[in-house]
């Protein structure tokens, strides 16, 4: 056994304390966070995302559609044809050169305009109504809908009352 020199002390072994530090806590808290990110977005429903590339696409289709029909002082308008096997919209009244898709990306996309019609009025007018129309896909659903002056856009969800 070691002894010191007279009036110092024994040199003893340090014992590790029990319990984690700040820093092994915060890494672990971290780690799962970024875990549970992870899990979150491999869990996101697929339906919901076609949905969304599908309402984005229309919205920019129609738009396109709307310029195009004030520029040459055209009626233009936009009709969901589910009943036809070729088409399942169309864009009626645009000229033969100016040719926009008429399929979905996804073939279980069906659409719906609201308020009777059938059909979305997008030209020659400037001002053309608020007009809206519902994709879904299965359960899911998305609106897309214009004031009549701003563009097509992607709706929020209306909340129903209690």
Known sequence: ???????????????????????????VVALVAVAAGVVSLALRDGT?????????????????????????????????????????????GLPA???LP?????????????GGRGTLVLGPEPLIGAQRVQLRIGEQSLAIGTDGLQPFAVLAPVASPP
């Open 48 to 92: 919901q995302d076609r949905l969304e590339r599908e309402a984005a696409r229309l919205t920019a289709l129609l738009e396109t559609a709307r310029a195009e029909a004030r520029a040459a002082a055209l009626p233009v308008v936009w009709r969901p044809t589910p009943e036809s096997a070729e088409h399942q919209f169309r864009f009626i």
């Open 1 to 27: 056994m070691r002894t010191s020199a007279p009036g110092s002390k024994a040199i003893l072994p340090r014992r590790r304390a029990g319990g984690f530090t700040l820093i092994e806590l915060m890494v």
């Open 102 to 114: 008429t399929r979905w990306l996804d073939a279980e996309v069906l659409a719906q305009v609201e």
């Open 97 to 99: 050169s100016r040719r």
